[in-house]
Nanobody, 125 residues
Framework: QVQLLESGGGSVESGGSLKLNCTVS???????MGWFRQVSGKEREAVAS???????AYADSASGRFIISRDKKTKTLYLQMNNLKPEDSAMYYC????????????????????WGRGTQVSVSS
């Protein structure tokens, strides 16, 4: 089992920045990790992912503005979000794939077996 706990969400004005954190506990052998977001009434969508073998990947909406990184020593996943826009407002979830898969793509929701409870990001215009 893997436990994920997000923090760092909040309210900012358009153009501002936030850094989300996700601490990992339990079976930390997982490699593929990612960030997803969801607006009430809509599908949960991928934001970014990171894995040793494949590197980093970003959704088009995040590319050029967000940076995913992790510190394996502290077992923490990060998402630096810059130049935030009102459309980035959502609940952000940290996710981890099960060690050994199955994998359906580095940004595919189906690849991720473990989820945190989320942290809210609100961007005002």
């Amino acid at each position: 089992q893997v436990q994920l706990l997000e923090s760092g969400g909040g309210s900012v004005e358009s153009g501002g920045s936030l850094k989300l954190n996700c601490t990992v506990s339990g079976n930390t052998a997982t490699d593929l990790m990612g960030w997803f977001r969801q607006v009430s009434g809509k599908e949960r969508e991928a934001v970014a992912s990171i894995a040793s073998r494949t590197g980093v990947a970003y959704a088009d909406s995040a590319s050029g503005r967000f940076i995913i990184s992790r510190d394996k020593k502290t077992k923490t996943l990060y998402l630096q979000m810059n130049n935030l826009k009102p459309e980035d407002s959502a609940m952000y979830y940290c996710a981890a794939a099960a060690p050994g898969g199955p994998y359906f793509g580095v940004l595919a929701r189906a690849s991720f077996a473990y989820w945190g409870r989320g942290t809210q990001v609100s961007v005002s215009s």
